[in-house]
């Protein structure tokens, strides 16, 4: 039952964050509102393990930390493996860009090393590329139906989730090819 919630929260968020206004400081989550927990240990606990959760974490740090510093902000990706919450956010303070990425996600049965890197860039994508651009559901589904000329940019809120490497399934990337 909590894998077809959250299947229908990751698609609704899919497919609707073109209808959310929210700028990088009010991103309140990467899926709608919801009372999920997934504490750590718990029967429900199916996802990937901490290593795992951190090598993604890492990753993301490696890549984004000198380009965000480039912009003259600060990246802190707050790892908080022992929140249950099944979610993630944003959130801007002075100079510091904020990732909150907490455990509860990561322990969901559906979620893998590539499903957490997604989440931290879109996340990331709040900071990066601002608020999405589109305001209502029929330019949304325009969007859909568009070739990639007339919409570049799909309907994903920001292009950090295209460019972002893919990750193996359990090993340590180490990150693009030399040259690449």
Known sequence: MKRNILLSAVSAMLLGAALMPVSASDCTGFLPPND?????GSAD?????EAQFNEVMNIVEKIYK????????????RRLWTDATVNASAQQSGNRYILNMYGGLARHETITMDGMALVACHELGHHLAGAPKVSSAR????????????????????????VSPPLPPRSGWTGPPAGG
């Open 45 to 49: 606990d199916k996802g990937i393990v």
């Open 36 to 40: 999920l927990k997934i504490p750590v």
């Open 66 to 77: 000198p380009q965000v510093a480039a912009l003259g902000k600060v990246l802190e990706l």
């Open 139 to 162: 330019s949304t589904m325009a969007m859909a139906r568009s070739t990639p000329a007339q919409n570049p940019r799909g309907l994903a809120s920001s292009t950090s989730i295209r």
